[in-house]
């Protein structure tokens, strides 16, 4: 257990489906992120979440929209996907503590499988 | 944009052997942090092991070890005693000031 939950494990979506994955830290962090992992490529960054402000939107299409409630919870809803946004959804978390979100260590999910058809 | 490059897809190594994972990167900054990140078949991308630029010194954890070379952009990961726990995705990082960014992976098997 690491601290950072993600469900569902697997999702299979049609392209018309609305759906919404959920990712939750236990772990006091107050940075959280969305990862697209696609086989053989190199692991693209989505959205960061500071203090649960976005501060980080890396040209994602509007067909994903981010939410965070509070610092321990984040949502990725999506909407309409095509079959090219199939691929491993990864949350992270880190402590976000002035080193700059991105210089600190990272703590996993297992991620999301998901699956457009 | 900072660019992480791992020339070796796939890898494999005898159980108890050494094996070494290629990393270059491309960077105009002179302090950032490098990171490798191990994902066994569960998914969960765990760290291995973080190298801070200015720091000399090359990391160390436990049978992990890094070779860092600034002048040639050059960060590899060294795994010795290989144990079949250590069977994974090994993806390399490079954290600027303000992005983080990841090699396409090296898939190592240890074989018995």
């Known amino acids: 257990e690491t601290g950072v939950t993600q469900t569902p494990r697997h999702l299979v979506m049609g392209m018309t489906n609305k759906k919404s994955l959920k990712c939750e830290q236990h772990?006091?962090?107050?940075?959280m992120y969305w990862y697209k992992q696609s086989a053989k490529k190199p692991l693209e960054l989505m959205f960061v979440y500071n203090f649960k402000e976005q501060t980080e939107n890396n040209s994602v299409p509007s067909r994903f929209s981010p939410e965070c409630p509070n610092s321990s919870h984040l949502f990725l809803h999506l909407h309409t996907l095509q079959p090219e946004d199939s691929a491993l959804y990864l949350c992270?978390?880190?402590?976000?503590?002035?080193?700059?979100?991105?210089?600190?260590?990272?703590?996993f999910g297992s991620g999301t499988q998901l699956s457009v058809l | 944009a900072q660019t992480v490059t791992q020339s070796q897809p796939e890898m494999s190594v005898q159980e108890a052997e050494t094996v070494t994972l290629s990393c270059t990167y491309d960077?105009?900054?002179?302090?950032?942090?490098l990171f490798w990140y191990k994902q066994p078949p569960s998914r969960q991308m765990i760290l291995v092991i973080r190298?801070?630029?200015?720091?000399?010194q090359n990391a160390t954890e436990n049978r992990f070890s890094v070779n860092f070379q600034k002048a040639a952009k050059s960060f590899s990961l060294k795994i010795s005693d290989s144990q079949l726990g250590d069977t994974a995705m090994y993806f390399c990082a490079f954290s600027g000031s303000d992005d983080m960014r990841f090699g396409a992976g090296t898939r190592l098997t240890v074989k018995p």
């Open positions: 190298q801070e630029a200015y720091k000399q």
């Open positions: 960077t105009s900054e002179s302090n950032y942090y």
């Open positions: 992270a978390s880190s402590p976000g503590e002035g080193q700059g979100a991105f210089r600190e260590k990272l703590f």
């Open positions: 772990l006091g962090h107050n940075a």
